[in-house]
């Protein structure tokens, strides 16, 4: 089994996960939008550059997400993706560059669990959580 999130966004799907493969060092694998897609005559030509599907590889984990289609609900609440890393200086990097333009909620520091830890919401309003173990 795998758990992926997959993430929503308000026609900001293309720049975050554009964003998101810089941060992490990943490479998007599919960018669909609902133009190109089988279901393009089914869709208003106002949602046609939105994203229907984006898949980002990251090493071993998936990110996923599309634009929220208007008629569904809004901001999810109570969630954020966290990122486990062994690499503290791979991680305060991973940090700094998902922080820029957005809000530090805990800034990334050692910990009485971590070697480093931090929550941030990006400027796409994604919640992150980045924490780096201590070594064994």
């Not at 992926?4 to 060092?25: D, R, T």
């Not at 490479?27 to 869709?43: C, L, N, Q, R």
């Not at 990334?108 to 400027?123: H, K, Q, S």
């Amino acid at each position: 089994m795998q758990l992926i999130p997959y993430l929503n966004f308000n026609g900001q799907c293309e720049a975050a996960f554009k964003f998101y493969e810089q941060c992490l060092g990943g490479k998007i694998v599919m960018m669909m939008t609902h133009g190109d897609s089988p279901i393009a005559k089914d869709v208003p030509p106002d949602w046609h550059s939105a994203i229907l599907h984006a898949s980002l590889a990251v090493d071993d984990a998936v990110l996923m997400g599309s634009d929220r289609p208007p008629d569904q609900p809004g901001e999810t609440k109570g969630a954020y993706v966290s990122i486990a890393i062994d690499d503290l200086a791979k991680a305060k990097r991973i940090f700094n560059a998902l922080a820029e333009g957005g809000t530090v909620q805990m800034p990334f520091a050692e910990t009485f669990w971590a070697a480093g830890f931090g929550m941030l919401v990006d400027r796409f309003g994604t919640p992150w959580m980045i924490n780096c173990g201590r070594p064994e």
